[in-house]
């Protein structure tokens, strides 16, 4: 893929606005939905639903985020692997950098202010304001949101929190791209196991006609 040249701040956010996140999509709704489709009724809170603002539905809110994430992400690694801008517009995006992060922190303020479950969630830097307000665009729980913030760059948590997701995707037959907390991760799998009477690895190997080897 060659990357689009960039001759204005215009531009760049009509470029960046068809090529993140084209079309909305919440990964802890399509979780929701892959258990209804399984029979399955969790035994934890995935989908969580926010009061956003401006009283915003979802998808309007993320308009909001899609030119914010843009404008605060210009210099960094995922914007120059689609862009090359010119170094005018570099500078016209720097000048309005900061004006883009006060709008950030003051949907924050909201956010926190009038949703108390995330008023106890630590947001230290950028990239936690935009892992809090992206959370709770796409309605992700708020233990979730927490610890995906909390957890950043902890490898040995993600990596037990991967270990717990294929266990929910062995028991539920699915693909699961919402990643929450291991804790919640481990309730939700081994509820659901007891739904589908999957007792262990080796029976829903069996159910999957895989047998012993």
């Given at each position: 893929?060659?990357?689009?040249?960039?001759?204005?701040?215009?531009?760049?956010?009509?470029?960046?606005d068809?090529?993140?996140?084209p079309?909305?999509?919440?990964?802890?709704?399509?979780?929701?939905?892959?258990?209804f489709?399984k029979?399955?009724?969790?035994?934890?809170?995935?989908?969580?639903?926010y009061?956003l603002?401006?009283?915003?539905v979802p998808?309007?809110?993320?308009?909001?985020?899609?030119k914010?994430?843009?404008?605060?992400t210009?210099?960094?690694?995922?914007?120059?692997?689609?862009?090359?801008i010119?170094?005018?517009?570099?500078?016209d995006?720097?000048?309005?950098?900061?004006?883009?992060?006060?709008?950030?922190?003051?949907?924050?303020?909201?956010?926190?202010?009038?949703?108390?479950?995330?008023?106890?969630?630590?947001?230290?830097?950028?990239?936690?304001?935009?892992?809090?307000?992206?959370?709770?665009?796409?309605?992700?729980?708020?233990?979730?949101?927490?610890?995906?913030?909390?957890?950043?760059?902890?490898?040995?948590?993600?990596?037990?929190?991967?270990?717990?997701n294929?266990?929910?995707?062995?028991v539920?037959?699915?693909?699961?791209?919402?990643?929450?907390?291991?804790?919640?991760?481990?309730?939700?799998?081994?509820?659901?196991?007891?739904?589908k009477?999957?007792n262990?690895?080796?029976?829903?190997?069996?159910?999957?006609?895989?047998?012993?080897?």
């Amino acid at each position: 893929m060659s990357k689009i040249q960039i001759f204005s701040v215009e531009q760049f956010e009509k470029e960046w606005d068809k090529i993140f996140r084209p079309q909305f999509n919440s990964s802890a709704a399509e979780l929701e939905v892959l258990l209804f489709e399984k029979n399955i009724t969790p035994n934890v809170k995935i989908f969580h639903k926010y009061k956003l603002p401006e009283n915003l539905v979802p998808e309007e809110f993320e308009k909001k985020l899609k030119k914010l994430w843009g404008h605060l992400t210009f210099n960094e690694d995922m914007v120059s692997n689609f862009f090359i801008i010119n170094q005018n517009v570099l500078k016209d995006l720097k000048k309005e950098y900061f004006l883009h992060l006060k709008n950030l922190k003051t949907l924050v303020e909201y956010i926190k202010k009038n949703n108390p479950e995330l008023s106890n969630i630590l947001t230290k830097n950028k990239k936690d304001l935009l892992a809090l307000v992206d959370g709770a665009c796409y309605g992700f729980s708020p233990e979730d949101i927490k610890y995906f913030i909390d957890s950043r760059g902890d490898s040995e948590k993600n990596f037990k929190n991967n270990i717990n997701n294929e266990k929910l995707e062995q028991v539920i037959e699915g693909s699961v791209s919402y990643k929450m907390s291991p804790e919640r991760t481990k309730d939700l799998a081994e509820y659901a196991k007891t739904q589908k009477n999957f007792n262990t690895y080796m029976d829903w190997r069996e159910s999957r006609g895989m047998g012993d080897d």
